[in-house]
């Protein structure tokens, strides 16, 4: 099956976006609508807020879309909307708008895993890269290790216990000050800090050897600044960045270290939005090169969240038959590798 | 004009179909499921019942209520009118509530429970000529200070929506005017009554998909909270 045009809709968090995909590689458009300086003012995303500007902007961001990818509604094969997991009021918009979209216009209807999404968005302009592969996503929301054993098969090695990575950044930013988003600030101040500095743990968690935690290193981070202010101690910013962004880089790393040993995968996909960070790249290229190991990472634009990765995502949906009623709803816990 | 009217404000989740001035159809269901899974399917059925034909305009429960009912509705509501590519009408779901009483010269005056001891209300009367005439703008009100209004006019008044479930006692304690609270079957939203407000409001009421925005009549609470700090 060639030429197949999905239209994709994501609304799961604070970006509203669509994007028109050609056979699950090729982008023909890919339209991001960010309610970040909105957010900004609350020091995160504010949920009501995030699903009230989706509604507003949706029309314009699928229109866009189509007319960057000069295309009609008519010539779409199908519409792929993403139906969690993520935040409810924000998914529900995208969900409702996909639904009547597709309805309307005689489309069949994909619901898409986020998540897959983003391991997704690895296909995109790497025709050569197929399942199986392991792969790592790590966002504001998740840090999953997962095996692609196929394109509709995932099967998750490891997530994390409490927050998030991206979490634990965006937490460690607001406590030095740098605020929010924390990841590209934290990215950035590193260069200049020492990341020896400070002695941060790298915790296990001790029943799985793939699973993560962050929190207590998030915790580890807050003490030491309350203790600098405490005894009066200067903190470097720079050093306590770079010294919490080391501790997290190499959490992340010996896990897929670990995992690269025992499953002996030739090819491992970042993924996810703070896969952009430079520090973790290296990291991650590094742990690779020692296996032997081809590593893949979408460009910055298909990390952060957007449409076309779910449009990558649904074209296997869609050639394996996947197709959602006019009942789908969203589903803000939908489980990796989860079907319905 | 085939008018297709979505009403997703509160607990039902209802469609209706006007085509010259007549329901054609109408579906609303209060099963307990989400409007998000139930909506779509009974639309559908509701076309394919009343002849298969795309409407030409959509006319939606624009608000207040349930921020996420009015939410879904909203977003299946512009991506039936971006697919169909149909025009859409935004009619107040306090008015189309009034609707339900429709010609009554009786002060109308529907409550919706807004939480946080608050309602969304209006009062509401059809003047000469079936025309809906409002006297107390559409807001959220302690209700209170409805009630106080309806007792200062002294005329007999009919309760209706769902703030008379939740309100009954202070109702019959407070009001000091002849009153009615609707009968369950007059008591909530209607998709039929969003449908004739929309033909009756006319085509120069038809705005674009992507114009439409619900009115919630409240702020988030995170946007409230900083306005109160003065930030």
Redesign the interface.
């Known amino acids: 099956m060639a030429g197949v045009k999905i239209l994709a809709i994501e609304s799961s968090c604070d970006e509203t976006a669509a994007a028109v995909v050609e056979d699950g590689r090729k982008v023909l458009s890919n339209i991001i609508s960010s309610q970040i300086d909105i957010h900004t003012?609350?020091g995160g995303v504010?949920p009501?807020?995030a699903?009230?500007k989706?509604?507003?902007r949706?029309?314009?961001v699928?229109?866009e879309a189509l007319n960057a990818a000069s295309i009609s509604?008519e010539d779409v094969d199908a519409v792929a909307v993403t139906y969690g997991p993520g935040l409810?009021?924000a998914l529900?918009?995208?969900?409702?708008?996909?639904?009547?979209?597709?309805?309307?216009?005689s489309k069949p209807l994909i619901g898409v895993h986020h998540i897959e999404g983003h391991i997704c968005a690895n296909l995109i302009d790497h025709p050569e890269l197929e399942p199986p592969f392991l792969s790592l996503v790590v966002s504001g929301g998740h840090t999953t290790l997962v095996r692609v054993e196929d394109y509709n098969k995932m099967e998750v090695l490891g997530i994390t216990r409490d927050d998030a990575a991206g979490e634990a950044f965006d937490k460690v930013a607001r406590a030095i000050g740098l605020g929010y988003p924390g990841g590209p600030k934290i990215d950035k101040i590193s260069d200049e800090g020492d990341p020896d500095a400070v002695a941060f743990p790298r915790a296990k968690v001790g029943d799985s050897v793939y699973d993560f935690s962050f929190s207590g290193l998030k915790s580890a981070v807050l003490n030491y600044l309350n203790q600098c202010r405490m005894s009066n101690v200067e903190i470097n910013t720079a050093d306590v960045a770079a010294s919490f962004q080391k501790a997290a880089v190499d959490i992340l790393c010996e896990r897929v270290d670990l995992a690269l040993d025992e499953l002996g995968d030739k090819t491992f996909a970042l993924a996810g939005g703070v896969a952009a960070n430079k520090h973790l790249r290296a990291g991650l290229e590094e742990v690779c090169k020692k296996h032997g190991v081809k590593f893949y990472c979408p460009l910055p634009v298909y990390c952060t969240d957007n449409a076309a990765m779910i449009g990558a995502a649904a074209y296997y949906e869609y050639i394996s038959g996947v197709r959602h009623?006019?009942?789908?709803?969203?589903m803000p816990s939908l489980r990796l590798g989860e079907r319905i | 004009m085939k008018i297709l009217a979505i009403e997703s404000s509160g607990r039902c989740a209802s469609a209706a179909l006007l085509s010259d001035g007549m329901i054609k159809g109408e579906y609303t269901l209060d099963t307990g499921l989400t409007h998000s899974e139930t909506l779509l399917p009974l639309t559908d059925s509701l076309l394919k019942g009343t002849g298969g034909e795309k409407p030409d305009v959509i006319a939606v429960s624009a608000g207040p209520g349930s921020f996420t009912g009015l939410r879904i509705g909203a977003a299946m509501v512009k991506g039936l009118a971006d697919g169909w590519k149909a025009g859409v009408i935004a009619v107040p779901t306090l008015e189309a509530l009034a609707y339900r009483f429709y010609g009554y010269e009786e002060l109308i005056c529907p409550l919706m429970d807004a939480r946080r001891g608050q309602v969304y209300g209006g009062v509401y009367t059809f003047a000469e000529g079936n025309k809906l005439e409002t006297l107390r703008t559409g807001g959220a009100y302690e209700l209170k200070e409805v009630l106080e209004y309806i007792n200062g006019i002294g005329k007999k008044v009919i309760f209706l929506g769902d703030g008379t479930d939740r309100y009954e006692e202070v109702i019959k304690e407070e009001v000091k005017v002849p009153f009615l609270i609707a009968a369950p079957h007059k008591r909530y939203q209607s998709a039929a009554c969003v449908a004739m407000y929309a033909y009756e409001a006319g085509e120069e009421k038809v705005i674009p998909a992507q114009a439409f925005v619900p009115e919630y009549m409240r702020m988030s609470q995170a946007e409230r909270e900083r306005a109160e700090k003065g930030e």
């Not at chain 1, 529900?92 to 216009?105: D, E, M, R």
């Not at chain 1, 009623?325 to 969203?330: I, K, Q, R, S, T």
């Open positions: 003012l609350y504010v009501e807020i699903s009230r989706h509604t507003e949706i029309c314009n699928v229109s509604l409810v009021g529900l918009v995208g969900v409702s708008y996909a639904k009547g979209l597709a309805y309307a216009a009623g006019l009942d789908l709803n969203a």
